[in-house]
């Protein structure tokens, strides 16, 4: 029954989006790719954000009416990455190969984009935009030319977060943990960049277990993590295996004190492990720099994500990611893979008109384009300026979970992370 069920999510995630009754659509579609894990440790991940672009793009379409976006109605083929590599890689390769589809938005955690973008969307000349894969080696990918300019994330890197999420815990009186980390490209990586800026700011680490995702289970792993009795828990991971580990880490008698990275701020996993457990729950997500389209997307978003409020894991970037392709190909005028890769740039640099998300600050953006006068989306996480590498910088959000809920409990900026880092030894 479990089964079915899923199936028919998945298959419900993946429908095209319908136009509004009054707004005139093109016969013809412009087919955006997407890669996201809608199965497996990051599935939730992947849902929320496949009904982010499903937004997103009925609010571009309804904007473009009859006209469409380069004269087509734009519309998002869905494919399950189901968290494994080679699977997203062969999922890519089809919408690649065989739909011949430009422009791929996905994966969402990097141990996905990663193999994406090496084996499929820079060799092919893809354009591919991701919403929430943080790991520093895509930067180092970039700058070493392997993604050929074709790759752009709406998330900043871990490079900064781990930063973060060291001087959160320290501030939080988190003197003394222990690390337990999923072992994978972004796991491994938040993990050293954590480790590198906790210890030279006075933390200590008792010890550091990997784990493997989707085991039935965990006692292994956290009972060789309790040695020395650690004062609290650093779990690194996705919200499915996160709950199963939590769950163990307190039947097994370890301190009720935890941090944890952004993508387990998940109702999903509070539910799961209960909430009673985690009023000492800490941690750190990429932040947003507040702008009406933030409001906007606050009251259209939970309205009809089938669940999802606006704040789960990746939809305020999935979001964002689609707007900007979407306008990039308006701004390219043409569905081809070079051009839009210009366009990104031209959408979101400073200097242009500013406009927001919605069919209203679309239609704004569609008025301008037409006009050739230049355009600046500020999207929901805010205004968007990517560097030479495709990557944005931005706050973070810093969190504590509260009578079952994820509270924010302040803003940390990426200048004050900066200067955090400026005062590490080299």
């Not at 008792?206 to 784990?211: G, I, Q």
């Not at 701004?331 to 500013?354: L, M, N, S, Y």
């Not at 239609?363 to 030479?388: H, S, T, W």
Request: net charge positive; aromatic share 6%.
């Amino acid at each position: 029954m479990r089964k079915t069920s899923l199936s028919l999510a998945v298959l419900a995630l993946a429908s095209a989006t319908a136009l509004p009754a009054f707004a005139q659509a093109p016969s013809c579609r412009h087919n955006v790719g997407m890669v996201v894990s809608l199965t497996g440790p990051a599935g939730r991940f992947g849902q929320a954000a496949s009904k982010s672009v499903e937004l997103a793009f009925r609010d571009l379409n309804a904007a473009a009416g009859a006209g469409g976006i380069a004269g087509c109605q734009l519309v998002h083929e869905v494919r399950d990455a189901q968290s494994q590599g080679a699977v997203a890689v062969d999922q890519a390769r089809q919408l690649v190969d065989l739909r011949k589809t430009p422009v791929i938005i996905g994966g969402i955690i990097s141990s996905v984009s990663i193999p994406i973008v090496t084996s499929v969307t820079a060799p092919a000349g893809v354009v591919q935009v991701s919403p929430a894969s943080t790991s520093p080696t895509l930067t180092k990918m970039a700058a070493e030319g392997q993604t050929k300019g074709w790759f752009f994330r709406t998330i900043t890197s871990d490079a900064l977060q781990g930063t973060a999420a060291a001087k959160y815990a320290l501030d939080q009186g988190m003197r003394e943990l222990a690390v337990i980390h999923v072992n994978n490209d972004f796991g491994v990586n938040m993990l050293a960049e954590f480790r590198k800026a906790y210890e030279a700011l006075g933390g200590k680490v008792t010890s550091v277990t990997p784990y493997n995702q989707s085991q039935p289970s965990y006692a292994a792993e956290v009972t060789r993590a309790l040695n020395g009795e650690p004062k609290a828990l650093y779990l690194i991971g996705y919200p499915g295996d996160g709950t199963t580990i939590l769950r163990t880490w307190i039947q097994q008698g370890g301190a009720q004190r935890f941090l944890m990275n952004d993508g387990m701020n998940s109702a999903d996993l509070i539910k799961g492990v209960g909430p009673q457990y985690l009023g000492n729950a800490f941690g750190t997500s990429s932040g947003t720099a507040r702008s009406p389209s933030t409001d906007y997307f606050g009251r259209a978003y939970p309205a009809m994500s089938g669940g999802f409020d606006a704040n789960a894991p990746a939809a305020d970037r999935a979001y964002d990611a689609a707007a900007i392709v979407g306008l990039a190909i308006a701004k390219a005028g043409k569905f081809e893979a070079a051009a839009i890769r210009d366009a990104i740039r031209d959408v979101t640099k400073p200097g242009g008109e500013v406009v927001h998300a919605g069919p209203e600050g679309f239609a704004r953006a569609m008025q301008l384009i037409r006009e050739r006068k230049p355009v600046r989306y500020v999207g929901v996480i805010g205004a968007v300026d990517f560097d030479k590498n495709g990557d944005i910088v931005g706050p973070f959000r810093l969190w504590r979970i509260v009578n079952g809920e994820v509270t924010t409990t302040g803003q940390m900026s990426a200048e004050e992370v900066q200067g955090v880092q400026a005062r590490l030894p080299r």
